[in-house]
């Protein structure tokens, strides 16, 4: 059923052990592509931002809220990848290549299953939904469009991710980085073609870019699946006479969904944000979804050395190390945080010219440059939030990120945003203060569990 594939030749750093030697130069080795490549997969919406931002700010509003609500839904399978990249890291890291490689497998059927049912429910009920976060008529008219084409191409997203998870999973970040360079060079370019109805191309306003996205996802789609099938990476798919495996679907599930909460509730925190944020305007809306993408990028470069870090942590788990795991989670902590108090300066400092960037409405970027200069006070805990969730996740240990998570946001964001929004004098800045405040809770949350080392017991 599975072939694992000799290429050693084609592509030696995908046969590289990465439980071996000094940690920092793996860690390095392993992470700088792929903060690349989370770059890139960033740099796509944000740059169908920019593009949108000449439509004026009821379509930046639009696209922010919809890639929020779609977002919300994707989470779900996003959880569920994490469960199939907990079991292709620990496989791999025990020298397991059959396990790792059924794993994989095992991880389409969920990707395509997913995408049938929710795909279809965010075709039907895309206006609907944005209706309700009580939105302008405006605001839905350009979103909802946008939305549905989104949903439409779930599927497409969905097995990107799964071609990428099972290469990063593996040991191998080189070509991921490489099929993402090709496919979102292709979204920028078809971008303002689509959008603007450049040349030969309609003008479809928001959803040009969201057709362009669907469009270069289904490029890297088609490439990642070559080099999975033809062993151009360190693990090679066969389907021939596959079939599902029921018990390895069901371990993927069990540490999946508990990630799938995870990401729901945090989505859902930044829901309940945006409807705290809806009351002051289209313009507060629009630097609400302005920051969104700013920040996705500033982080973007970290969340490849979170995600570098948690893939070495569970192959180490797999190798029998758990002491080298745990030394990895600390470091990988510690260097995101040093890039992300990096980012703060300059966020801090800049926050103007860069709104600037998107949308040039004085209002907008008054509002946005103020969120930006609160929630980078965040950034100086963020590593510790963001990497070690990463570590717990990557080796199957997803239960009590989905409880830290729980409380930071009902617990401490909401309520705060409640309360700091209507109750004091910072009106709309309220909302990012209560982020900043879940961020310290979670950081500290995570830390304390970490080093107790439970996690380290965890079974997949």
Same mark, same amino acid.
């Given at each position: 059923?599975?072939?694992?594939?000799?290429?050693?030749?084609?592509?030696?750093?995908?046969?590289?052990?990465?439980?071996?030697?000094?940690?920092?130069?793996?860690?390095?080795?392993?992470?700088?592509?792929?903060?690349?490549?989370?770059?890139?997969?960033?740099?796509?919406?944000?740059?169908?931002?920019?593009?949108?931002?000449?439509?004026?700010?009821?379509?930046?509003? #639009?696209?922010?809220?919809?890639?929020?609500?779609?977002?919300?839904?994707?989470? =779900?399978?996003? $959880?569920?990848?994490?469960?199939?990249?907990?079991? /292709?890291?620990?496989?791999?890291?025990?020298?397991?290549?059959?396990?790792?490689? %059924?794993?994989?497998?095992?991880?389409?059927?969920?990707?395509?299953?997913?995408?049938?049912?929710?795909?279809?429910?965010?075709?039907?009920?895309?206006?609907?939904?944005?209706?309700?976060?009580?939105?302008?008529?405006?605001? +839905?008219?350009?979103?909802?469009?946008?939305?549905?084409? *989104?949903?439409?191409?779930?599927?497409?997203?969905?097995?990107?991710? *799964?071609?990428? $998870?099972?290469?990063?999973?593996?040991?191998?970040?080189? %070509?991921?980085?490489?099929?993402?360079?090709?496919?979102?060079?292709?979204?920028?370019?078809?971008?303002?073609?689509?959008?603007? $109805?450049?040349?030969?191309?309609?003008?479809?306003?928001?959803? #040009?870019?969201?057709?362009?996205?669907?469009?270069?996802?289904?490029?890297?789609?088609?490439?990642?699946?070559?080099?999975?099938?033809?062993?151009?990476?360190?693990?090679? =798919?066969?389907?021939?006479?596959?079939?599902?495996?029921?018990?390895?679907? @069901?371990?993927?599930?069990?540490?999946?969904?508990?990630?799938?909460?995870?990401?729901?509730?945090?989505?859902?925190?930044? =829901?309940?944000?945006?409807?705290?944020?809806?009351?002051?305007?289209?313009?507060?809306?629009?630097?609400?979804?302005?920051?969104?993408?700013?920040?996705?990028?500033? *982080?973007?470069?970290?969340?490849?050395?979170?995600?570098?870090?948690?893939?070495?942590?569970?192959?180490?788990?797999?190798?029998?190390?758990?002491?080298?795991?745990?030394?990895?989670?600390?470091?990988?902590?510690?260097?995101?945080?040093?890039?992300?108090?990096?980012?703060?300066?300059?966020?801090?400092?800049?926050?103007?010219?860069?709104?600037?960037?998107? %949308?040039?409405?004085?209002?907008?970027?008054?509002?946005?440059?103020?969120? /930006?200069?609160?929630?980078?006070?965040?950034?100086?805990?963020? #590593?510790?939030?963001?990497?070690?969730?990463?570590? =717990?996740?990557?080796?199957?240990?997803?239960?009590?990120?989905?409880?830290?998570?729980?409380?930071?946001?009902?617990?401490? *964001? /909401?309520?705060?945003?409640?309360?700091?929004?209507?109750?004091?004098?910072?009106?709309? %800045?309220?909302?990012? @203060?209560?982020? +900043?405040?879940?961020?310290? +809770?979670?950081?500290?949350?995570?830390?304390?569990?970490?080093?107790?080392?439970? @996690?380290?017991?965890?079974?997949?």
């Amino acid at each position: 059923m599975v072939k694992v594939a000799d290429v050693a030749e084609k592509k030696p750093a995908a046969r590289r052990d990465w439980t071996k030697g000094n940690i920092l130069p793996n860690l390095l080795s392993l992470a700088w592509p792929m903060m690349i490549g989370s770059m890139l997969n960033t740099l796509g919406p944000v740059v169908d931002m920019i593009w949108v931002g000449k439509l004026g700010a009821a379509s930046v509003a #639009g696209v922010g809220v919809a890639t929020i609500l779609v977002q919300l839904l994707d989470m =779900l399978k996003m $959880g569920l990848d994490q469960g199939t990249r907990a079991l /292709i890291a620990r496989s791999a890291g025990a020298g397991d290549e059959h396990g790792a490689t %059924n794993a994989a497998l095992q991880g389409y059927v969920v990707t395509i299953g997913f995408a049938a049912i929710v795909g279809t429910l965010g075709v039907i009920f895309a206006g609907p939904i944005m209706t309700l976060m009580g939105l302008s008529p405006e605001v +839905v008219a350009r979103g909802a469009p946008y939305m549905r084409i *989104q949903f439409v191409g779930i599927l497409i997203m969905g097995l990107v991710r *799964q071609n990428e $998870g099972t290469m990063y999973a593996s040991g191998d970040t080189i %070509n991921p980085m490489r099929i993402a360079i090709i496919y979102r060079l292709s979204h920028i370019i078809l971008d303002p073609f689509l959008i603007f $109805g450049w040349w030969i191309f309609p003008r479809l306003e928001t959803s #040009g870019a969201a057709y362009a996205n669907l469009i270069a996802q289904s490029l890297g789609a088609g490439i990642g699946l070559w080099f999975l099938i033809n062993g151009y990476s360190r693990l090679r =798919l066969n389907f021939k006479g596959f079939r599902p495996d029921a018990n390895m679907i @069901w371990r993927i599930v069990k540490i999946g969904v508990p990630a799938s909460i995870t990401g729901i509730e945090r989505n859902f925190g930044q =829901l309940a944000i945006t409807w705290f944020v809806v009351p002051f305007g289209t313009a507060a809306v629009a630097a609400h979804s302005v920051i969104q993408r700013v920040e996705q990028f500033v *982080q973007m470069p970290g969340q490849g050395l979170g995600q570098a870090s948690g893939i070495m942590a569970a192959q180490s788990l797999g190798a029998k190390q758990p002491e080298r795991a745990e030394k990895t989670g600390w470091l990988g902590a510690t260097l995101y945080s040093g890039v992300m108090v990096i980012a703060a300066v300059v966020l801090w400092f800049w926050a103007e010219n860069i709104v600037r960037i998107f %949308n040039s409405e004085p209002q907008l970027v008054k509002i946005a440059a103020a969120f /930006i200069r609160i929630q980078s006070i965040g950034y100086l805990v963020n #590593g510790f939030a963001v990497v070690l969730q990463q570590c =717990l996740t990557s080796t199957g240990d997803t239960i009590i990120p989905a409880g830290v998570v729980l409380f930071s946001i009902f617990a401490v *964001q /909401i309520p705060a945003a409640f309360f700091l929004t209507r109750y004091t004098g910072l009106g709309v %800045n309220g909302t990012r @203060w209560a982020i +900043v405040a879940s961020t310290f +809770v979670t950081a500290t949350a995570y830390a304390t569990y970490f080093k107790l080392g439970r @996690w380290k017991r965890t079974r997949v």
